[in-house]
């Protein structure tokens, strides 16, 4: 599992090298776009993406977009470790 800044308790629970689900309180609506920090490889890392998944108060999935290149080799390890 790994940290990220959703909210706070929120976590990665499942991460790919399309996209993650995040176990969450505070879930955003399906196309949303959203922004957040999470800790890959010892390294903060900014993610992106959309929405595709909500189950309300408990989790969502989102798929990556514009992600820039350490971003995406950090999930790329990280997924594949």
Do not use: Y
Not at 30 to 39: R, Y
């Amino acid at each position: 599992m790994l940290k990220c800044s959703h909210s706070a308790n929120s976590r990665i629970v499942n991460i790919s090298v399309n996209g993650c689900k995040i176990e969450s309180r505070v879930t955003p609506k399906v196309g949303e776009h959203v922004e957040f920090t999470a800790e890959l490889r010892g390294q903060p890392t900014v993610l992106r993406g959309i929405v595709v998944h909500v189950l309300e108060g408990f989790e969502f999935g989102i798929r990556f977009v514009g992600l820039d290149e350490d971003a995406v080799s950090r999930v790329r390890a990280v997924a594949t470790s």
